[in-house]
């Protein structure tokens, strides 16, 4: 529920919350986007800090302050009045993300389950989760056009508390630190991982934001293209769903990077987007692969590194991920600005998704357990 709800009041509302802002006070897109995008920078730069606390202390506390932060932030969105204001609700907004979106989540159940009770958790979690866009899009727009701007900010906020108090009643109070005292050091694995997986959100990301545009340029109905935009997220349910027991049969690093390579010939497979079954076909495919990927990259680093130091090394790898997800909008924004088309851009994600495959791969190769081949661990001094 903590990951449901904070996806969903904190990522998929803003859209509409950005929108009733910029009605409200007569600001642009730009002076909404901005702040939003300081928030996921903030999420990103506080990651490894956060995840080598919940390494050393549980998650507990931290899951549960970062629900009444995110309920906090939200009070200072609908009190503010001013731009200044604005932002510094969504700066601590970013802070609230930081610990109860998936990164964070993931971290505490490496720390209090194992083996297959841990991956089922997960897929519960991300099922779940998965449906955060679909029920608070409806919602926030309900309360919205229901009770105004600042009532709606309210709300989400008191549903925030009530799902910390929730955190703090249901997860343990005790807790076991890791017995590393020192500092997790990275091993050279580290960053060919950190790259491969920041390439695969820049894909995700990137044709995430163009598909719509893409299909309206490529003659299709509104309808038909926010239709297909619903397929793809759709899909990432199965995709979830079927990696488990793939899990049983092929270890974490080649199962990961068969998706990687599933997203990138999704990718090639829009070009051909103008016959509306191949645009389908991509449209599934992608959409599989990309929800499979949050339980992959999870699996990779336990695999190669075991759950006791696993907090820093995701908080590690999720600066490079989230800092990507922050500024790939942008990215494609200027790219789409010079270009004037989607083919630059589209083969653009495919070589970064085939590029993150060989990083995958540089990775070194594992046994059938899934660990590393050698046997050896990243040391911590």
Known sequence: MLSTVSYGALYYAQPLLAVATEQAFGWSRTHTGLAFTLALVVTAVLAPGVGRTLDRHG??????????????????????????????????????????????????????LSGPARRRASLTITLVAGLASTVFVPLTTVLLQSFGRQA????????????????????????????????????????WLTMAFTLARIVTVGVGLQLVPLLLGSGYLPLEAAGLAALMGLAALPGRMLFMPLMARWSALPLTGALIAQLSFATFLFHLAEFKLVAVLAAALFGMASGALTLARTEVLLSFYGPQVFGSVNGRMARSVNGAQALTPLGVGLLFTVTAAYTASLNLMVALGMAAVLLLASAGPMNSLGRPASGDFPRHR
């Open 59 to 112: 998650g507990r506390v931290l899951l549960t302050a970062g629900a009444v932060l995110g309920a906090a932030a939200f009070m200072v969105l609908a009190v503010s009045s001013g731009y200044v204001m604005f932002v510094a609700g969504w700066l601590l907004a970013g802070l609230a993300m930081s610990l109860t979106f998936y990164e964070a989540v993931f971290a505490v159940l490496a720390h209090q």
């Open 152 to 191: 709606t900010l309210l709300g989400l906020s008191a549903l925030l508390l009530i799902i910390g108090a929730l955190v703090w009643k249901v997860l343990p109070d005790s807790f076991r630190a890791s017995s590393v005292s020192s500092p997790f050091v990275p091993d050279w694995r580290l960053p």
